[in-house]
């Protein structure tokens, strides 16, 4: 399940891998290509009390293996983690079981450190949020919320351990956007440059393209018979051959495709390619526009791609689809609750369409936000000028169409998109698509500074070393 994992450890993988490198852990064991992506920790600072013994005490208990400016790691958090790991990332074994144990503890303590510095902030995650994050997981790997907790159960991760991890990487990341994210600038100079240097690269910059892919999902369920893979496989083979002899996608997608995405004749937008799974920027790269790539094979089923579109950030015919979009935002509040909120916002739709009141109206008299005095209206949008909460809303909603109530880091917002289109980018929106991702660069390597810091800071205290 790729987006449990996504969730619960694929910060884990990224730290773990990026710390190897920088201890001098050498490329050839798989670790350090488990994952290339994400915040990359350095070495631990040399700030713990005491030295790890060199020689294990046997213990039958519960013990302490370290101490977080005293809160206390056990060695079943440790071995929690490392028997995950190594069940979602078989290349994990190929690395040494003391190593692992070692940088596994080592990524615990910087994750308890920063959930302490959250703590300090007074940034909280409520169980609104918890509740959304989950239904996010279900919908990214195309599964029901019953289906999803039934998968968790059987690898062996209880309901609330799975909810608390939702919970963590919810506060990582506000506590993220609080002390790094806010405080990264990329001027108009910069993005500009930024741009130039894209156009001038002799090698084509994939990761700088923007890709409009149209998917025909066929679903392989969980724990499926070698007959069902081979059924849903050639099934996809056979939609495959249609599509390449000149049957229209749309129709394949509305009469085969088991994802969500169907209604809109399985496309997905036009957006950067590093905002894609990288399965299908991969499966894609060398097809060319209206061409069709696959079936590849993903942990939902079997994908045939179709290329609507490709273009360059930085050049001529940049495009993107664009969406407009209105919200009414309730900021978060000491004097009410996020579900308070959520309820406020539930009745709002329901008034919407009963007809007995208006988006624009509502969101004038009641929108925490600058766009209240435009009804809500926050214009054109292109793929990634919104936070992640949002944005996974609005891409799920049709032209008229209103949200559900939905948490995001800043409050609890009611969408509606008005329109999509697909457009052209002028040089100020080719501007923006540079600074984005620029910004997105000088995040990283931000956060890396950021986390070493806080890593540094704290008081660390080895005890006796985790045990399998």
Same mark, same amino acid.
């Given at each position: 399940?790729?987006?449990?994992?996504?969730?619960?450890?694929? +910060?884990?993988?990224?730290?773990?891998?990026?710390?190897?490198?920088?201890?001098?852990?050498?490329?050839?064991?798989?670790?350090?290509?488990?994952?290339?992506?994400?915040?990359?920790?350095?070495?631990?600072?040399?700030?713990?009390?005491?030295?790890?013994? !060199?020689?294990?005490?046997?213990?039958?208990?519960?013990?302490?293996?370290?101490?977080?400016?005293?809160?206390?790691?056990?060695?079943?958090?440790?071995?929690?983690?490392?028997?995950?790991?190594?069940?979602?990332?078989?290349?994990?074994?190929?690395?040494?079981?003391?190593?692992?144990?070692?940088?596994?503890?080592?990524?615990?303590?910087?994750?308890?450190?920063?959930?302490?510095?959250?703590?300090?902030?007074?940034?909280?995650?409520?169980?609104?949020?918890?509740?959304?994050?989950?239904?996010?997981?279900?919908?990214?790997?195309?599964?029901?919320?019953?289906?999803?907790?039934?998968?968790?159960?059987?690898?062996?991760?209880?309901?609330?351990?799975?909810?608390?991890?939702?919970?963590?990487?919810?506060?990582?990341?506000?506590?993220?956007?609080?002390?790094?994210?806010?405080?990264?600038?990329?001027?108009?100079?910069?993005?500009?440059?930024?741009?130039?240097?894209?156009?001038?690269?002799?090698?084509?910059?994939?990761?700088?393209? %923007?890709?409009?892919?149209?998917?025909?999902?066929?679903?392989?369920?969980?724990?499926?018979?070698?007959?069902?893979?081979?059924?849903?496989?050639?099934?996809?083979?056979?939609?495959?051959?249609?599509?390449?002899?000149?049957?229209?996608?749309?129709?394949?997608?509305?009469?085969?495709?088991?994802?969500?995405?169907?209604? %809109?004749?399985?496309?997905?937008?036009?957006?950067?390619?590093?905002?894609?799974?990288?399965?299908?920027?991969? !499966?894609?790269?060398?097809?060319?526009?209206?061409?069709?790539?696959?079936?590849?094979?993903?942990?939902?089923?079997?994908?045939? @791609?179709?290329?609507?579109?490709?273009?360059?950030? +930085?050049?001529?015919? !940049?495009?993107?689809?664009?969406?407009?979009?209105?919200?009414?935002?309730?900021?978060? =509040?000491?004097?009410?609750?996020?579900?308070?909120?959520?309820?406020?916002?539930?009745?709002?739709?329901?008034?919407?369409?009963?007809?007995?009141?208006?988006?624009?109206?509502?969101?004038?008299? %009641?929108?925490?936000?600058?766009?209240?005095?435009?009804?809500?209206?926050?214009?054109?949008?292109?793929?990634?000028?919104?936070?992640?909460?949002?944005?996974?809303?609005?891409?799920?909603?049709?032209?008229?169409?209103?949200? =559900?109530?939905?948490?995001?880091?800043?409050?609890?917002?009611?969408?509606?998109?008005?329109?999509?289109?697909?457009?052209? @980018?002028?040089?100020?929106?080719?501007?923006?698509?540079?600074?984005?991702?620029?910004?997105?660069?000088?995040?990283?390597?931000?956060?890396?500074?950021?986390?070493?810091?806080?890593?540094?800071? !704290?008081?660390?205290?080895?005890?006796?070393?985790?045990?399998?």
């Amino acid at each position: 399940m790729k987006n449990i994992r996504s969730i619960i450890t694929l +910060g884990c993988l990224a730290a773990i891998a990026a710390t190897a490198g920088a201890q001098g852990y050498r490329p050839g064991t798989g670790i350090t290509d488990i994952m290339r992506a994400g915040p990359r920790l350095g070495p631990p600072a040399a700030r713990p009390s005491t030295t790890p013994p !060199a020689a294990p005490v046997q213990r039958s208990a519960e013990f302490i293996v370290a101490l977080v400016n005293s809160e206390p790691i056990t060695n079943t958090d440790v071995q929690s983690r490392v028997t995950r790991l190594i069940k979602e990332n078989p290349d994990a074994e190929r690395v040494p079981r003391g190593e692992l144990t070692r940088l596994v503890l080592e990524r615990l303590i910087t994750e308890r450190a920063q959930l302490q510095l959250a703590k300090e902030n007074g940034i909280k995650v409520d169980e609104v949020a918890i509740d959304q994050a989950e239904q996010t997981v279900a919908r990214q790997n195309e599964i029901s919320l019953v289906e999803l907790r039934r998968r968790v159960a059987a690898e062996g991760i209880a309901q609330q351990d799975f909810r608390n991890d939702l919970r963590d990487q919810l506060l990582l990341t506000r506590l993220r956007d609080r002390e790094v994210e806010s405080k990264v600038k990329v001027s108009d100079a910069e993005a500009d440059e930024y741009l130039r240097d894209q156009r001038n690269q002799s090698v084509k910059n994939v990761a700088l393209e %923007n890709l409009n892919l149209a998917q025909v999902l066929v679903a392989v369920p969980e724990n499926a018979t070698d007959a069902q893979i081979a059924a849903a496989q050639k099934k996809a083979q056979d939609i495959a051959q249609r599509a390449r002899a000149g049957e229209d996608f749309a129709k394949l997608v509305r009469e085969n495709s088991d994802s969500p995405d169907r209604a %809109n004749g399985g496309a997905i937008g036009m957006r950067s390619a590093d905002r894609y799974p990288s399965l299908f920027v991969e !499966a894609t790269q060398s097809t060319a526009v209206n061409g069709i790539a696959g079936p590849v094979r993903s942990s939902a089923g079997f994908h045939v @791609l179709k290329v609507l579109a490709k273009a360059q950030i +930085g050049s001529g015919d !940049a495009t993107v689809t664009q969406t407009q979009v209105r919200h009414i935002l309730l900021l978060n =509040d000491p004097k009410r609750t996020t579900a308070q909120a959520v309820a406020q916002l539930a009745e709002f739709k329901r008034r919407i369409q009963a007809g007995s009141a208006d988006f624009a109206g509502l969101a004038r008299d %009641n929108s925490q936000d600058g766009s209240a005095k435009q009804g809500g209206d926050l214009g054109w949008s292109r793929p990634g000028q919104f936070v992640p909460e949002f944005e996974e809303a609005m891409d799920r909603l049709s032209p008229g169409q209103i949200s =559900d109530p939905v948490v995001s880091r800043f409050g609890v917002h009611l969408i509606q998109v008005v329109a999509r289109r697909d457009s052209k @980018l002028s040089q100020s929106e080719q501007r923006e698509a540079a600074r984005a991702a620029l910004r997105e660069q000088r995040v990283e390597e931000a956060f890396t500074t950021w986390v070493q810091e806080v890593r540094a800071r !704290a008081y660390v205290e080895y005890r006796d070393p985790p045990q399998s």
